[in-house]
């Protein structure tokens, strides 16, 4: 798995691994800060969330074309920097008026420039790591070693965020109740109802500040949101210190990587050989990878559902408790040991000598008991927060990748392994069926404009949400690493960095798509939202593989 890689992988995969986590962070808990602090419905926060998440993947298009210009490096470099502003900007605590406003959307900018310049162009590197032919036959595992890393970062990302902004919330003699937002929203504007009025004072009684379950209904509910939203400001200001984390792993490692921060121009000038592609060659594997991305396009609008509309449904149709072996899911450092623990199991029937096969089963059961330990020391029920389910999916791609890593190598061998196209198409139709287990958990739930902004009487079991994760993950894996993988693969040299940054355009057009759940929440059945992106995925992956013929011709030559 991890032997004969070249080490410039481990060096670039870790400080992807320190963006990411920041990012994640903050992605957890944006939704919940928008609601929270402004007050804006599900429609307009959805608008702003999916444009920003449609930045953040655009923004790489024009990162390309300037790296392919004047170097990969310095992009990355320039990108964090870049970052590290926006999210400074993002954690000052303001008023919610326009000033307040105003700041979180130039943060938000700056995040979408810098990431931009950051995020394809290392993923560039990465690849141009492996145009040696003594490595170019590991590239497809390499892609999917460097995913696991982004989502090692991404794993940690929910339980962090929720562990700063209790600790915030706790000083200041309040704990998350999920339905309070709206509710002191609605009591600030005055058109909350009295059955909900009495909501209010049930939740305010329930804080452990005695000052604060004395204050009259109009005063905690500014106090809370104050208190809340200010929370979420210092949970973004984690992504500062994972930054400067990230530069100093890029900076001291460079040395395991310069060799691979190579653009055709500077090849060129170099006077180092650059693969030279004919014009029909060059625009045949252009049209292919468009294909690729225009059907990319629908997965990633059906994905980045996890921050927005699964997020609402985890916080109002969703029971705010796990008990059982469920609770297992929500302890993250017992994640983090069963997610260890496949690669030392690997170990076993990988490794070499005897003593290596024993040292890897003695590992691998230290770190079951020790997640079992853990487990039985989880109060039963478990409180959860919405965010916490955003863990499953990354928690999922580190336990899954070895695996999936096994299975591909071993058709492989077998010459079965399917091509990326082809495993993308198949991805596609995987995340139907994961949009299939919400339209069952749907039914006969009351949809959310019954709800007036609260949760629901009879909410559903966890395991609804934990099952679409493990499902969307199955897909991502087929999809993603392997996309960019295939880009990295068939982009002329001359436009690696430009195709790249569309695939990440394709991306982006996905995003801003994600708002449209967003848009027809308070508009439609509860089910209706699932069944629609079920439907999407299901006519991208026939429509994949109706042009397969046409990306293999295209890619062949």
């Known amino acids: 798995m991890f032997k004969g890689q070249p080490k410039g992988l481990f060096a670039l995969a870790l400080a992807n691994t320190g963006e990411r986590f920041g990012y994640y962070t903050m992605l957890a808990i944006f939704m919940l800060f928008l609601q929270a602090k402004f007050g804006w419905d599900q429609a307009i926060s959805s608008q702003v969330y999916s444009i920003f998440l449609a930045l953040v993947y655009f923004m790489p298009v024009v990162g390309g074309i300037l790296a392919d210009k ?26 919610a008026n326009t000033l307040g406003i105003a700041l979180m959307l130039g943060a938000l900018l700056l995040i979408s420039v810098g990431t931009g310049l950051f995020k394809g162009n290392l993923q560039v590197l990465v690849g141009n790591l492996y145009d040696d032919p003594k490595y170019s036959a590991k590239r497809d595992s390499a892609f999917s070693l460097f995913y696991m890393a982004i989502n090692i970062g991404a ?3 929910p339980s962090a965020a929720t562990a700063i902004t209790n ?3 706790g000083k200041a003699g309040l704990i998350y109740k999920a339905a309070i937002p709206a509710l002191a929203h609605q009591t600030l504007d005055g058109s909350i109802t009295a059955e909900n009025v009495s909501r209010l004072a049930e939740l305010q009684a329930q804080m452990p500040g005695a000052s604060v379950a004395a204050m009259d209904p109009a005063a905690f509910s500014s106090y809370y949101i104050e208190n809340l939203s200010s929370s979420y400001n210092m949970g973004f200001a984690v992504a500062c210190v994972s930054l400067v984390v990230s530069i100093l792993i890029y900076l001291g490692c460079r040395s395991w990587f310069k060799h691979a921060d190579v653009n055709a121009k500077q ?3 170099g006077n180092a050989p650059v693969q030279e592609l004919t014009p029909k060659q060059t625009k045949d594997r252009i049209t292919a990878l468009i294909m690729v991305f225009a059907v990319v396009i629908f997965f990633w609008m059906a994905f980045h559902q996890n921050g927005q509309s699964l997020t609402w449904f985890a916080r109002d149709y969703t029971q705010a408790y796990a008990t059982g072996a469920t609770r297992l899911g929500f302890n993250i450092w017992a994640l983090a040991l069963i997610a260890a623990s496949i ?16 040292f890897s089963g ?9 997640a079992y330990k853990l487990y039985t020391g989880m109060p039963d029920p478990f409180t959860i927060e919405p965010q916490l389910f955003q ?10 990748t070895p695996i999936s890593m096994a299975i591909f190598s071993a058709l492989a061998g077998k010459g079965k392994e399917p091509s990326a196209p082809v495993k993308i198409g198949l991805g596609m139709f995987v995340a139907a069926l994961g949009y299939l287990i919400m339209v069952v958990g749907s039914i006969g739930q009351p949809s959310p404009a019954a ?4 949760v629901a009487p009879d909410p559903v079991v966890p395991m609804y949400l934990i099952s679409t994760y493990l499902v969307l993950t199955f897909a991502e894996l087929l999809l993603s690493p392997m996309g960019i993988s295939f880009v990295s693969k068939v982009a002329p040299p001359k436009y690696k960095g430009l195709m790249m940054g569309l695939w990440f355009a394709a991306t982006a057009i996905g995003n801003y798509l994600s708002s449209i759940p967003g848009l027809l929440w308070n508009n439609v059945p509860l089910w209706a939202n699932w069944a629609i992106l079920m439907a999407l995925c299901v006519i991208a992956g026939a429509i994949m593989f109706a042009m397969m013929k046409k990306i293999n011709d295209a890619t062949a030559s």
């Not at 030392?344 to 024993?358: A, N, P």
């Not at 003695?362 to 020790?370: C, E, P, R």
């Open 155 to 157: 794993m940690f990302a």
């Open 391 to 400: 863990q499953f999916n990354p928690f999922y791609v580190v336990f899954l």
């Open 267 to 269: 090849a060129a000038a």
């Open 362 to 370: 003695v590992i691998t059961a230290i770190l079951w008991g020790g």
């Open 70 to 95: 004047i170097g990969y490096g310095k992009c990355v470099v320039t990108g964090i920097c870049v970052m590290f502003a926006g999210y400074v900007a993002l954690s000052i605590p303001t008023a």
């Open 451 to 454: 709800l007036q902004g609260t």
């Open 167 to 169: 600790s915030f919330m």
């Open 343 to 358: 690669y030392t199991l690997f170990g076993i029937f990988q490794s070499e000598t005897g003593k290596g096969k024993f």
